[in-house]
């Protein structure tokens, strides 16, 4: 479901109007079990491995669909349109004013596979890069579509020899930057007794570096140490380096534990305070693995040489980052992040935000991270904490008119668990360690979702 805060300033006295609206995405799935009146496709991605295949099978039977199409993880733009995906289908064009689903969009029926959920614009050209991963070959696919968003301009098969789960693609001023981590989906896995979904503490991560419009052949890959990584602040081009800064994690939230084992028990201990986990012997524990921090890789394209460190240490797990996305592809000084409530989130079993954190990425911080034998210099970071039993999903940057980086404003939904009330918080991101400027109240609750995004109308903050 699709939740819409809209600002409008009224013509003549210059006061602002706030509106809330909801609606579910509408795909084809939906459609038909709206029709049924009832759920009516089977669960077909946890559980154990003939349990799956026997969904897999039963939805093809009734629906000739092996899963539903659900549409919940994010919302972008691109050429004025708005659209809502997730990773298991292409996305649905949405009216921004009445939340209507519009219909798939396909490119023009150029696009004929799964859409990864954080497709980047070019800066300066318009352009949207978008990978698509699938569990059959190809597994992995690179479009570039053109910036009216009729057009695919670009696209090519990168020969991957495993589906990979790419959450998000960055893209610099000239490249295409493509996070390949060992979280993976395998159907001869899956047949063979195993998970269709795994995430391989001892495989390879690497990121690669790709020309605009290149090839399979013409991506300059990069091994990282092995980590898990869905989300990017930025990346962009500094002289003969690429950099890319984004929370990683020794562990991936996704598919969860092995079947057969507590899945509270297992995300509570992954969400505790892993207090310097990555420089213990003891690799095989699960406590703090799912402990997610900012995190900065520098790739050199001359020399191929890799500088890899945390930006943040032990004080707050963090992720889904935002920045300024005027900045995207381009170096900036800013990010933001919701942060992560442990005790919260270990006693629940969930992820709960009880702040966003306001990064500093030319600024060092007072503290270093010791990691494997060496230490990290971190970065200033500031926080903005929630009220206790407050939680936040959805946070968005809204800028303003001046070009600065970082004035304007953060905007997150907030549900207040004790009183059983949201709000909207509008945090100054200037002023960010001060109190919210605004707290609107919802008519009704607004459960715990993914991701925002600000959407520009003719009337603009």
Not at 82 to 92: G, K, T
Not at 99 to 113: E, F, H, I, S, Y
């Amino acid at each position: 479901m699709l939740h819409a805060l809209y600002f409008t300033k009224e013509v003549g006295n210059g006061n602002w109007t706030v509106s809330y609206r909801n609606k579910h995405v509408e795909t084809e799935t939906f459609e038909l079990e709206k029709r049924r009146n009832k759920p009516s496709f089977l669960p077909a991605i946890e559980g154990d491995s003939p349990a799956i295949l026997s969904a897999y099978l039963f939805n093809w039977l009734r629906f000739g669909k092996v899963n539903k199409y659900i549409s919940n993880t994010n919302v972008f733009k691109h050429a004025g349109k708005l659209y809502s995906v997730a990773e298991n289908h292409i996305p649905q064009k949405v009216d921004v004013s009445t939340l209507k689903t519009l219909g798939n969009w396909d490119v023009n029926g150029a696009w004929n596979r799964p859409f990864n959920s954080h497709p980047k614009t070019v800066p300066g050209t318009g352009e949207l890069v978008v990978m698509g991963a699938d569990a059959r070959r190809p597994f992995f696919v690179l479009g570039v579509i053109s910036p009216d968003g009729k057009e695919l301009i670009h696209k090519v098969d990168l020969k991957f020899s495993r589906c990979s789960l790419c959450h998000e693609n960055g893209i610099t001023e000239h490249y295409n930057i493509i996070m390949d981590c060992p979280l993976t989906i395998d159907i001869n896995r899956l047949i063979g007794g195993h998970p269709l979904i795994r995430y391989d503490k001892e495989g390879y991560a690497r990121i690669g570096v790709m020309p605009r419009y290149g090839d399979a052949d013409s991506v300059r890959w990069f091994r990282v140490e092995t980590s898990c990584t869905f989300h990017i602040f930025n990346c962009f081009e500094d002289g003969d380096e690429v950099i890319v800064r984004g929370c990683r994690a020794l562990n991936s939230v996704i598919p969860g534990p092995d079947y057969g084992i507590n899945k509270i028990e297992w995300f509570s201990r992954g969400f505790e305070n892993g207090n310097s986990i990555e420089d213990t012997a003891e690799t095989s524990t699960e406590t703090g693995e799912l402990f997610s921090r900012a995190y900065e890789w520098r790739l050199n394209m001359k020399t191929g040489d890799v500088n890899e460190r945390n930006l943040t240490g032990n004080e707050f797990s963090m992720e889904f980052p935002l920045i300024n996305e005027k900045f995207s592809g381009i170096r900036n000084k800013y990010g933001y992040a919701q942060l992560v409530d442990s005790a919260a989130s270990s006693s629940s079993g969930m992820a709960k935000y009880g702040g966003i954190a306001k990064l500093h990425f030319d600024e060092p911080g007072i503290h270093a991270f010791a990691r494997k034998g060496k230490h990290d210099e971190l970065i200033k970071v500031e926080y903005h904490m929630f009220p206790r039993n407050a939680f936040c999903s959805g946070a968005a940057f809204v800028p303003k008119h001046s070009g600065l980086e970082d004035d304007g404003w953060i905007i997150t939904y907030v549900h207040h668990e004790d009183r059983n009330i949201s709000q909207v918080f509008i945090i100054d991101a200037k002023n960010f360690s001060s109190g919210p400027v605004a707290k609107i109240p919802l008519p009704q609750r607004v459960p715990y979702g993914f991701h925002g995004a600000f959407m520009s109308t003719e009337s603009s903050l």
